[in-house]
């Protein structure tokens, strides 16, 4: 049987576009992470290097400005967005990224998206796109933005269309730099947001060296290191678990709880929320060279076993249980001399890497998140023992999120639970100056640290 017009249709379509497209629907219809997802689908296709690093970008790059994007879309079609089929809103977004911010020639860009719309919609729908796209390709990309920029109703307005973040985000923003004494960094956060990360690696610490990663240096960790280009897996000390990817902030939150101060051999640590098990494996590596055992606790099966294999590398691997965080202090108090509680949060520190999530979070997710957040600070004050340490961390500068829970936290627990002044700490961690406030805590910044926005604050016990 031959095969139908249709599907010589999807055939002719380049495999990176087809790729980016269904990333790019499965993050708005079915919630999936492009991070997790993008992966996975270069891997099945086995893209060349050139093609890979085209989807990615794509993908990446649509989900990014999809906010600028759409206000393009509005005025080039005279709807709103709304009024559009939602999986040809996406063939349209894919298709400006290619016209207005990439090199991408006007007829390949318009054509493959007319040759995707008709996998994804009607016939309608396909002369809709290319009507739209058409208009788009007539006026240059700097008129766009002009035409854009006019439109906005405030400054928090010309803020959001030019740097594609939601006015809510970039007012959160605002406020946490401007507690930082950094008001005036705002857009330089904005734009470090819209710039892909470099990879960053960790080094294992007794299970492989900084130098034998063969990567470019680290800019503020110890263990860290940057991979300029190419596969991680093409780096040995990965291929055998003995190297990782993970982002420099979040080697300095693990790294600043287990260098704090010296290690006692027979120490117990507990990462309390350790899914995926990242910062899990730094904190085993960093208790097997000072005679400490780690055990992780993560509450979704799922999330644990992706915690165990993270620390299968180890002999004897540390434990994981499956464990509500919020009831340790009932079930284990005062037993672990450290807790990392790197907490579940909006994550809007790590928007380079997921940029879908400026989209997907709202913020009342603040409100929801903080008193998950307290009640697991308050558990873990109750499981920590007298005089240890207890990192709070989270991927988020939201004050409600950082400032306001250590506050609260602090005065729900009656004082037991004492913040101690880690700006020094960190620092001294860091293989360069961080230019850190003197503050108690620790604010990591895209912009000024090339790390993801990581919150670090220490505690101890008054008893």
Same mark, same amino acid.
């Given at each position: ?237 990965? !291929? +055998?678990?003995? *190297? /990782? ?7 300095? &939150?693990? $790294? #600043?709880?287990?260098?704090? @101060? ?90 380079? !890497? +997921?940029?879908? *999530? /400026? ?7 603040? &409100?929801? $998140? #903080?008193?998950?957040?307290? @009640? ?88």
């Amino acid at each position: 049987m031959s095969a139908g017009p249709g599907a010589r249709r999807a055939a002719s379509i380049q495999p990176a576009r087809r790729i980016a497209l269904d990333v790019i629907m499965a993050v708005r219809a079915d919630d999936a992470y492009a991070n997790l997802l993008l992966p996975t689908a270069l891997q099945r296709a086995r893209l060349s290097d050139a093609d890979a690093a085209f989807a990615t970008e794509l993908c990446y790059g649509t989900l990014r400005l999809r906010g600028y994007y759409d206000r393009v879309i509005a005025l080039a079609a005279g709807r709103s967005t709304d009024k559009i089929d939602p999986p040809i809103l996406d063939v349209l977004r894919l298709a400006c990224h290619q016209l207005l911010s990439l090199r991408v020639a006007d007829h390949a860009a318009v054509d493959e998206a007319v040759s995707l719309a008709k996998t994804v919609g009607s016939n309608s729908a396909t002369g809709f796109v290319n009507g739209v796209l058409r208009t788009i390709t007539r006026t240059p990309a700097s008129e766009w933005l002009d035409r854009v920029l006019a439109t906005a109703t405030d400054e928090d307005d010309r803020l959001a269309a030019l740097y594609s973040h939601p006015a809510w985000v970039i007012r959160a923003f605002r406020q946490a730099l401007a507690a930082d004494d950094r008001a005036d960094e705002l857009e330089e956060l904005l734009a470090a947001d819209n710039v892909a990360p470099q990879v960053s690696l960790v080094a294992l610490p007794g299970l492989a060296t900084v130098e034998e990663l063969d990567v470019h240096p680290a800019a503020v960790s110890p263990v860290g290191g940057i991979l300029e280009g190419g596969d991680p897996l093409a780096v040995p000390a990965v !291929r +055998r678990g003995a *190297a /990782r990817v993970q982002d420099e902030g979040s080697q300095l &939150a693990a $790294l #600043a709880l287990s260098r704090a @101060r010296t290690v006692t051999p027979g120490e117990k640590w507990l990462d309390l929320c350790a899914g995926p098990g990242g910062k899990a494996a730094l904190l085993a590596a960093e208790a097997a060279v000072g005679g400490a055992t780690l055990t992780a606790a993560e509450v979704v099966p799922a999330r644990a076993g992706l915690v165990r294999s993270a620390l299968s590398v180890f002999d004897p691997a540390p434990e994981v249980w499956v464990l509500d965080g919020t009831t340790v202090g009932d079930t284990h108090p005062r037993e672990f001399d450290r807790i990392l509680l790197d907490a579940p949060c909006t994550g809007l520190g790590a928007l380079r !890497r +997921r940029p879908e *999530a /400026r989209w997907r979070k709202r913020p009342r997710d603040v &409100a929801d $998140l #903080a008193e998950l957040q307290l @009640r697991l600070l308050v558990a873990a004050a109750e499981a920590l023992a007298p005089g240890g340490l207890l990192a709070y961390v989270t991927c988020s500068p939201h004050l409600g999120e950082t400032r306001v829970a250590v506050q609260t936290a602090t005065r729900r627990t009656g004082g037991r639970l004492v913040p101690i002044e880690s700006a020094s700490v960190v620092q001294s961690v860091a293989v360069r100056d961080l230019d850190l406030p003197a503050t108690n805590h620790v604010q990591l910044w895209p912009h000024r640290h090339g790390t993801d926005a990581m919150f670090i604050q220490l505690f101890t016990t008054s008893d």
